[in-house]
Antibody, heavy 127, light 107 residues
Framework: QVQLQESGPGLVKPSQTLSLTCTVS??????????WSWIRQAAGKELEWIGR???????SYNPSLKSRVTISEDTSKNQFSLKLSSVTAADTAMYYC???????????????????WGRGTTVTVSS | DIQMTQSPSSLSASVGDRVSITCRPS??????LSWYQQKSGKAPKLLIY???RLQTGVPSRFSGSGSGTDFTLTITSLQPEDFATYYC?????????FGPGARVDVK
């Protein structure tokens, strides 16, 4: 059974870089059938998709955050990570990592919903 | 970006009721639509993917339908554990946007 666990500082100062790691157990992040995402949710607000990565370190980011976001993978540790630079109070949220299904078509990949989620980690941006 | 709208934004229902929530993307997303259930303080749970495919372990009272720009999540015979917020999400093109959510609470 695949499980995901987020880890990282719960408090980050404004203008600094938020760094989180998602550790995957019970499965491999090298899977060609899955992509790995970060999603966040401010208190009382809707879900916001941050970006994804899949095998070969291919990434895609939300344009609203693109200039500040980096998602990377460490296959030796079966982890993927999120870095968000120049944070402000608006980045205060619950951050989730999740696994989604991906199917390779003839000329493109097809992406489906995220079936495994971490429990989430709260990040507060404050001095 | 593809914008997602959901209606209603909230509804009150009773156990045993049939509930339907609509999701409308701003452009055609074929069948790349998923539905999630989120309870307070918990991570979202995938209910349906590819418009109508029930995720393993999800009760059959949940169903999804639609295509293009009009999708519906239906819960037949609402159960006490179904009171929650429901989100749709498109995975047709990046960014994989979510709808604003639809809260189902007790009448």
């Amino acid at each position: 059974q695949v499980q995901l666990q987020e880890s990282g500082p719960g408090l980050v100062k404004p203008s600094q870089t938020l760094s989180l790691t998602c550790t995957v157990s019970g499965g491999s992040i090298n899977s060609t059938s899955h992509y790995w995402s970060w999603i966040r949710q401010a208190a009382g607000k809707e879900l916001e998709w941050i970006g994804r990565i899949y095998t070969g370190a291919t990434t895609s980011y939300n344009p609203s955050l693109k200039s500040r976001v980096t998602i990377s993978e460490d296959t030796s540790k079966n982890q993927f990570s999120l870095k968000l630079s120049s944070v402000t109070a608006a980045d205060t949220a619950m951050y989730y990592c999740a696994r989604g299904h991906m199917v390779r078509g003839v000329s493109q990949r097809h992406y489906y919903g995220m079936d495994v989620w971490g429990r989430g980690t709260t990040v507060t941006v404050s001095s | 970006d593809i914008q997602m709208t959901q209606s209603p934004s909230s509804l009150s229902a009773s156990v045993g009721d049939r509930v339907s929530i609509t999701c409308r993307p701003s452009q055609n997303i074929n069948s790349y639509l998923s539905w999630y259930q989120q309870k307070s303080g918990k991570a979202p749970k995938l209910l349906i993917y590819a418009t109508s495919r029930l995720q393993t372990g999800v009760p059959s009272r949940f169903s999804g339908s639609g295509s293009g720009t009009d999708f519906t999540l239906t819960i037949t015979s609402l159960q006490p554990e179904d009171f929650a917020t429901y989100y749709c999400q498109q995975t047709y093109s990046s960014p994989f946007t979510f709808g604003p959510g639809a809260r189902v609470d007790v009448k």
